[in-house]
T-cell receptor, first 111, second 114 residues
Framework: GNSVTQMEGPVTLSEEAFLTINCTYTATGYPSLFWYVQYPGEGLQLLLKATKADDKGSNKGFEATYRKETTSFHLEKGSVQVSDSAVYFCALRGGSEKLVFGKGTKLTVNP | GAGVSQSPRYKVAKRGQDVALRCDPI?????LFWYQQALGQGPEFLTYFQNEAQLDKSGLPSDRFFAERPEGSVSTLKIQRTQQEDSAVYLC????????????FGNGTRLTVT
């Protein structure tokens, strides 16, 4: 079945550092890929998405590129802020309709 | 409102009690999903509706879990004879009918079974 593997956290960075959170997937067909974010005490929010190979999703300075050849969708941000502290989830949605999540990566950004 | 609404926000149940969790999806969204999120884990799929039809219930952990969406809008997740391992956050999400569309999540119901 479909699955998502993302790097384990927690990740701790200083403000303005570069962020990468790795995500790889296993899926049949051509799934859509997503990154969701969960801020402390809040619900899951869509951060960005990509629906086909080589698409780049971007939002709030975050980017991720759908790489079919490496089955990856790594999340990057050039300069993180304290307000980016949250748990980040990589997810895919294939023909089965349901969204399959990774286990999440907790990011803490220190001033 | 514009988003997915879930109630109650928090629920404490004694072991053995039945609970009912409600979800109001975004108006017009065809698909509705229920997920279970244990502490420190990613959300795990429970069940999926398209309109009033329950198309996938493969994630329901036991026959104590039951979900319905009788009129294709509001959905209820019922857990009978709750056990301590049922303690988790229960998330509801809705989406338009395309499989490439993202899911829009509610804030969840935190269930604690004592």
């Amino acid at each position: 079945g479909n699955s998502v593997t993302q790097m384990e956290g927690p990740v701790t960075l200083s403000e303005e550092a570069f962020l990468t959170i790795n995500c790889t997937y296993t899926a049949t067909g051509y799934p859509s890929l997503f990154w969701y974010v969960q801020y402390p005490g809040e619900g899951l929010q869509l951060l960005l998405k990509a629906t086909k190979a080589d698409d780049k999703g971007s939002n709030k300075g975050f980017e991720a590129t759908y790489r079919k050849e490496t089955t990856s969708f790594h999340l990057e941000k050039g300069s993180v802020q304290v307000s980016d502290s949250a748990v980040y989830f990589c997810a895919l949605r294939g023909g089965s309709e349901k969204l399959v999540f990774g286990k999440g990566t907790k990011l803490t950004v220190n001033p | 409102g514009a988003g997915v609404s879930q109630s109650p926000r928090y629920k404490v149940a004694k072991r053995g009690q039945d609970v009912a969790l409600r979800c109001d999806p975004i108006s017009g969204h065809v698909s509705l999903f229920w997920y279970q999120q244990a502490l420190g884990q990613g959300p795990e799929f429970l069940t999926y509706f398209q309109n009033e039809a329950q198309l996938d219930k493969s994630g329901l952990p036991s026959d104590r879990f039951f979900a319905e969406r009788p009129e294709g809008s509001v959905s209820t997740l019922k857990i009978q004879r709750t056990q301590q391992e049922d303690s988790a956050v229960y998330l509801c999400a809705s989406s338009p009918d395309s499989s490439s569309s993202p899911l829009h999540f509610g804030n969840g119901t935190r269930l604690t079974v004592t």
